[in-house]
């Protein structure tokens, strides 16, 4: 069953919601597949970066449909990872997840989010765009497999 909008609960990530998100990353060809220890990073507290780790979950749904990661070093921050489960996509699960990041990154005293994405990667790149966000430059055969351009990407916060 897909969530709808009104029903999405966004919440810190937990270390039970790892298996989870993992998945979905794992579902997505686009999503970056990270280890578990990457995402374990992102909940660590002493961590040397700080991060912000956020999930969407609704009653419906046994385990998260959506998550977000960003990495804060005010007053910049880093959208590290945004996914949404392919049967939850195109339902506004992304918005809202970003708009409470958003909110927790204001709360951080950040003032900008930087971001890179696949030059191929026309939804995300669309959907950032969507947000707010303008295109500060590109990086040429950033990826490989596929090898692809890294667009570079910014929204200021105010």
């Known amino acids: 069953m897909n969530p709808a909008i009104a029903d999405l609960r966004i919440r810190s990530m937990a270390l039970a919601d790892l298996e ?14 990270w280890p ?11 961590a040397p970066v700080w991060r912000i780790a956020l999930v969407a979950d609704c009653p419906e749904a046994r385990s ?11 007053p910049h921050a880093e959208l590290e990872i945004i996914c949404v489960a392919a049967k ?14 958003l909110k927790e990154l204001r709360k951080a005293q950040a003032s900008e989010i930087h971001l890179e994405a696949r030059a191929s ?38």
């Open 20 to 33: 989870p998100v993992m998945e979905i990353a794992q579902s997505l060809e686009s999503a970056p597949h």
């Open 36 to 46: 578990r220890s990457a995402y374990a990073a992102a909940l660590d507290p002493e």
């Open 64 to 74: 998260p449909v959506g998550f977000a990661v960003a990495s804060l070093l005010p």
């Open 88 to 101: 939850s996509q195109r339902r506004g699960v992304a918005r809202k997840i970003f708009c409470e990041l």
């Open 121 to 158: 990667n026309a939804p995300a790149l669309k959907f950032y765009r969507a947000q707010g966000f303008v295109e500060t430059g590109r990086r040429a055969r950033y990826y490989a497999d596929p090898v692809d351009d890294a667009v570079l990407l910014e929204l200021r916060l105010s």
